[in-house]
């Protein structure tokens, strides 16, 4: 295993922030779409029924203090976005909500659910709501249940992509050596597929799958080196290869537009600032950072919506103010 020292990342961002322009990915605008006076962040981002939804956790801070909600802002036109809804629930803190659409055409908002007494973490759950058909009303939420296999009182399943009608994601839990491929078929009892065998602490992970129905996973690391990993498997999803990168990950998301041009999106770690950068790459994991966004500080957690002419990728940055939420968008 390679070992990069903080210089390093300080080098790759000064080289990014030295070599990149707005030029390189054209008319790519940035518009701010939501702040308040909390800390906004860890952003979702869906088109349904012809709107678009933006979630992300609304909090005292970005972690301890008052419990966070989960807010939905919803647009017609990606200019003007208003609170749609908000969803919380007795004595959880809910974190990183992840909206998707479940085959039988409803919205579905998988959220961290974490417990605290002061600072102390008792227990992580995760919650799922669902909306009605049409995205109107949302349910009250209940928690995910676990494959008795692997379940623990620190279970976060942190995103999950639909493939087939079933729900795939990456369950990491508190102290655990390596994470846990799960799937679902209604989104809130999940089955273990595979232990993943990534060392060096691994937690939040991505999962999307190509046309030939391969599925890959960008996964982080917090532990070891740190670097982030790609990894890749045919079905049944049992049998996985990776390959070690040379960036450290932060709320990493990522999108397959064909098998030599994916886009993700992650914060950039520098010796003294961080920034969200989006890095182009191909199925082979061959990832370099291509554009660094306006962010700064506390920031990142990347969501990308791809449309037949344009492509959209929320995130949040605190390098204006508190942390508050953003909207790129750019010509395909």
């Known amino acids: 295993m390679k070992y990069y020292s903080k210089h390093f990342y300080a ?14 990915i054209p008319e790519l605008e940035v518009s701010k779409i939501y702040s308040s006076d909390n800390h ?5 981002l869906i088109k349904f029924k012809g709107a678009y939804y933006c979630a992300f956790r609304t909090g005292e801070h970005h972690v301890y203090g008052e419990d966070g909600t989960s807010m939905i802002i919803r647009s017609k036109d990606v200019s003007n ?18 909206l998707s659409i479940t085959p039988d055409g409803r919205i579905m908002a998988l959220v961290g659910g974490s417990h605290y007494e002061g600072k102390e973490l008792l227990g992580m759950h995760t919650q799922v709501f669902f909306s009605d058909k049409k995205g109107k009303k ?14 623990t009182d620190f279970d976060w399943l942190w995103s999950v992509t639909w493939h087939n009608n079933i729900a795939y994601g990456v369950l990491y839990q508190r102290g655990a050596k390596s994470s ?10 999940y089955s273990l597929v595979c232990d993943l065998g990534l060392d060096g602490r691994p937690n939040e992970a991505s999962i999307q799958f190509s046309q030939d129905g391969t599925a890959y996973i960008l996964h982080r690391r917090e532990a070891g080196n740190q670097m982030g990993y790609w990894g890749w498997s045919k079905a049944p999803y049992d049998n996985w290869q990776w390959k070690e990168l040379d960036l ?5 998301a990522f999108t397959i537009l064909s098998e030599d041009e994916v886009l993700a999106g992650t914060r950039i770690y520098g010796d003294e600032e961080r920034k969200v950068g989006i890095l182009t790459g191909s199925l082979k994991g061959d990832f370099e950072i291509h554009h660094l966004l306006p962010s700064g500080g506390d920031c990142s957690y990347p969501s990308f919506l791809v449309e037949s002419d344009r492509i959209l990728m929320s995130y949040y940055s605190s390098h204006e103010s508190n942390a508050e939420i953003y909207l790129a968008t750019w010509p395909r």
């Open 11 to 24: 080098w790759v961002l000064f080289c990014a922030l030295s070599q990149m322009s707005w030029a390189q």
């Open 40 to 44: 906004d962040a860890f952003t979702s």
């Open 81 to 98: 976005w208003k609170k749609y809804a908000e969803l919380m629930k007795d004595g959880i803190d809910l974190r990183d909500p992840k």
């Open 138 to 151: 949302f349910s009250e939420p209940v928690p995910i249940v676990v494959d008795p296999k692997v379940k």
């Open 180 to 189: 846990k491929l799960v799937k679902s078929e209604d989104g809130v009892h």
């Open 248 to 252: 450290r990950l932060g709320g990493p």
